[in-house]
Nanobody
Framework: QVQLLESGGGSAQPGGSLTLSCKVS????????IGWFRQVPGNQREGIAG????????FYADFVKGRFRILQNRAKGTVDLQLNNLQPEDTATYYC????????????????WGQGTQVTVSS
């Protein structure tokens, strides 16, 4: 059984930073991708970044523009999403997701989801 558990959400001021963490267990496919998505109420969920479980490659949505970074945190056993230079439009619920058998850039193939963690950016 695949389980994903997010942590690290919260509040930040514009220009600030947060780090989200996702602990994944039970993923056993050919490619094993872990990704981060976000959703604002009334909008579709959008992919932010993905990484293969072996850390070989990473993928980012165009809107990230170098502000966010996905990485394997070997010490914690998590996949982290570093959010830098946060802006009010980054306010959303952030989800960790996984897919076992597709390329990490195939946002529509992620089929395992965490419960979500809220990020709020305001002054």
């Amino acid at each position: 059984q695949v389980q994903l558990l997010e942590s690290g959400g919260g509040s930040a001021q514009p220009g600030g930073s947060l780090t989200l963490s996702c602990k994944v267990s039970g993923l056993a496919g050919r490619r094993n991708c872990i990704g981060w998505f976000r959703q604002v109420p009334g909008n579709q969920r959008e992919g932010i970044a993905g990484i293969y479980n072996n850390g070989a490659s990473t993928f980012y949505a165009d809107f990230v523009k170098g502000r966010f970074r996905i990485l394997q945190n070997r010490a914690k056993g998590t996949v982290d999403l570093q959010l830098n230079n946060l802006q009010p439009e980054d306010t959303a619920t952030y989800y960790c997701a996984a897919n076992g058998d597709y390329w990490c850039s195939q946002w529509d193939k992620y089929n395992y989801w965490g419960q979500g963690t809220q990020v709020t950016v305001s002054s």
